[in-house]
């Protein structure tokens, strides 16, 4: 999510130091909440154990863990290495963490939440991680080599190396023997076996430039892409086919589907708005709502029992010219935000 990173940096400028106005409603929709872990680094993933009523936020060089109803910090998983994603087996009571800078993959104690192993990766950058109960396998995507590695859930051991067509970018499981990665260079979808580690197929994401976000209706067979030309694309799952593109906002990066409400979701960090999408059948696609949020916040992660989603946000030093066209400019002291956003009772 490097590149996403630094383009949310760059949209920011002129943009930083002002939050939209978040309470209106749009459907029904609005900032419920805003919770201020502290930390004044950059973030990356998010993930909901909904069982347990905790929010997983990847920041910096640790993962911050909020109570899911109250917001309030619970915990802390510390001494990581340019933190990305957070990866969750509530029945195995294990997660593990993956840490860009330095290749590896933490794994915890999702009771105690305290590091029980370091693994190494076989790739660089890992990103994108997750389990897969099918296979009872931990998957990263690495963005730096184009490949992905299997681990053994239960013993941490690598198991296989599989290289893909490109960058990978987010992933999701079915849980039922298949998993999907976008590439975000090439503009495709990669389809996995989890059990036999192989690339089984690539499609076409076209129109979509640059996919990033990733979302799945496993029961309808759709997967929903998020792209930097302000489209999601909604695919078949089974042959790859193109169901349908659908408008969304600026900068996405983050995507989820609530099945219980036939909802997709789009975080669009350039505008700071989240895009609703309502599911009408699983060929027809309608924008309920356009939501205020705040500049930044282009991932998250949603909370099946409530509906509600948990965004990271920030606000970022003003840009000068001293620090030269590459120069990404700070986040201000205390502006860390994660947002609580969902419909009013």
């Known amino acids: 999510m ?12 002129g943009l930083c130091t002002a939050v939209l106005a978040a309470s209106a409603p749009h459907a029904g929709y609005r900032v419920l ?57 509530p029945a195995l009571h294990r997660g593990w963490i993956s840490n860009g800078r330095s290749g590896k993959v933490t794994a915890f104690d999702t009771r105690t939440l305290k590091a029980t192993a370091t693994l190494e990766a076989s790739g660089g950058n890992p990103d994108a991680i997750l389990y897969d109960p099918a296979s009872r396998r931990v998957f990263t995507f690495n963005g730096r080599s184009a490949n992905a590695t299997a681990f053994d859930a239960a013993s941490g051991k690598p198991l296989a190396t599989i290289a893909l067509p490109g960058k990978p970018e987010f992933a999701v499981t079915d849980g039922a023997g298949r998993v999907w990665v976008n590439i975000e260079d090439k503009s495709e979808l990669a389809e996995l076996d989890p059990k036999t580690a192989k690339l089984l ?21 759709r997967l929903f892409s998020v792209c930097q030309n302000r489209t999601m694309t909604v695919l078949d799952a089974d042959d790859g086919h193109r169901v349908a593109s659908v408008a969304i906002g600026n900068g996405p990066d983050g995507a989820a589907f609530d099945p219980r409400r036939g909802i997709v979701y789009s975080a669009n960090g350039q505008d700071g708005t989240l895009t609703v999408v309502h599911e009408d059948d699983p060929d027809h696609y309608r924008v309920l709502a356009t939501v205020p949020t705040q500049a930044s916040a282009r991932t998250l992660a949603l909370d099946p029992r409530t509906g509600h989603l948990f965004l990271s946000a920030a606000q970022f030093a003003v840009h000068t010219e001293q620090g030269g066209p590459h120069h990404h400019p700070s986040v201000l002291p205390g502006s860390f935000t994660v947002l609580e956003v969902g419909r009013e009772p």
Do not use: K, M, Q
């Open 2 to 13: 490097n590149a996403t990173f630094r383009r949310v940096f760059a949209a920011s400028l």
């Open 33 to 89: 909440h805003r919770y201020a872990p502290g930390g004044d680094e950059g973030w990356d993933y998010l993930a909901v154990d909904a069982a347990a009523r905790r929010v997983y936020v990847s920041h910096g060089d640790e993962v911050v863990v909020l109570d899911a109803d109250s917001g309030t910090t619970v915990g802390r998983i510390g001494h990581l290495d340019g933190v990305h994603g957070i990866a969750l087996a």
């Open 201 to 221: 197929a690539t499609w076409s994401l076209a129109p979509c430039e640059s996919p990033t976000g990733l979302a799945l209706d496993a029961t309808h067979r």
